[in-house]
């Protein structure tokens, strides 16, 4: 069965650095999705992309965030500058429509 | 005020028991979701649905439109059955996904 899935599974990092976050969606999805968990919080929205560009984005998705679909296959969050406060767990998720959402395993990433 | 409520928020069970988790949300929504997500933290999409009843297996999951309450049943539990269980909607005119907070479940053997 098809499945979505994200690398690293973990991923540490220093403040300040840049970390890029990448998924694979299922392959005739066309809707994709960033979320994140902080430890012991509920899931949050992030954004969602659809026809190569940004459809919704969330508070959260400030300046320091990006997304990007480089090759047609993965679709990549990229934060710039981590701050201790992006210690998470993110979730890539995809759909083809219909509401349908499929999620990845998640990134768990750590700002020291 | 949170826009999905889930309760309880913690539930114990002995194995083989009936379990039932609510949902209530404050919003329109176009589909209602239920997932599981385990200790490892990945999520599994069970249900979606936007009307009546839906039945996978062990697992069933109803939702009233008009009283803006889902339920997800768990008939005959086990042990590995043991997770969290997370509502979510999609408002209307969004893509976005609301969550709960989430309802841990334990089933002892």
């Known amino acids: 069965e098809p499945e979505v899935t994200q690398t690293p599974s973990h991923q540490v990092t220093q403040m300040g650095q840049e970390v890029i976050l990448r998924c694979v969606p299922i392959?005739?999805?066309?809707?994709f999705y960033w979320y994140r968990q902080i430890l012991g919080q509920k899931v949050e929205f992030l954004v969602s992309?659809?026809?190569?560009?940004?459809?919704?984005k969330s508070e959260i998705f400030d300046d320091q965030f990006s997304v990007e679909r480089p090759d047609g296959s993965n679709f990549t969050l990229k934060i710039r500058s981590t701050k201790l406060e992006d210690s998470a767990m993110y979730f890539c998720?995809?759909?083809?429509?219909?509401?349908?959402?499929?999620f990845g395993p998640g990134t768990r990433l750590t700002v020291l | 005020k949170n826009e999905v409520e889930q309760s309880p928020q913690n539930l114990t069970a002995q194995e083989g028991e009936f379990i039932t988790i609510n949902c209530s949300y404050s919003?329109?929504?176009?589909?209602l979701h239920w997932l599981q997500q385990h200790p490892g933290g990945g999520i599994v999409s069970l249900f979606m649905?936007?009307?009546g009843k839906k039945k996978h297996g062990r697992l069933i999951a109803t939702i009233n439109i008009q009283e803006k309450h889902s339920s997800l049943h768990i008939t005959a539990s086990h042990p590995r059955d043991s997770a969290v269980y997370i509502c979510?909607?999609?408002?209307?005119?969004?893509?976005?996904?609301?969550f709960g907070k989430g309802t841990k479940l334990t089933v002892n053997p």
């Open positions: 998720a995809s759909g083809g429509g219909y509401n349908e959402q499929f």
């Open positions: 392959s005739n999805h066309l809707y």
């Open positions: 992309f659809y026809n190569n560009e940004i459809s919704e």
């Open positions: 919003v329109g929504i176009s589909a």
């Open positions: 649905l936007s009307s």
């Open positions: 979510a909607v999609s408002k209307g005119g969004s893509e976005k996904l609301v």
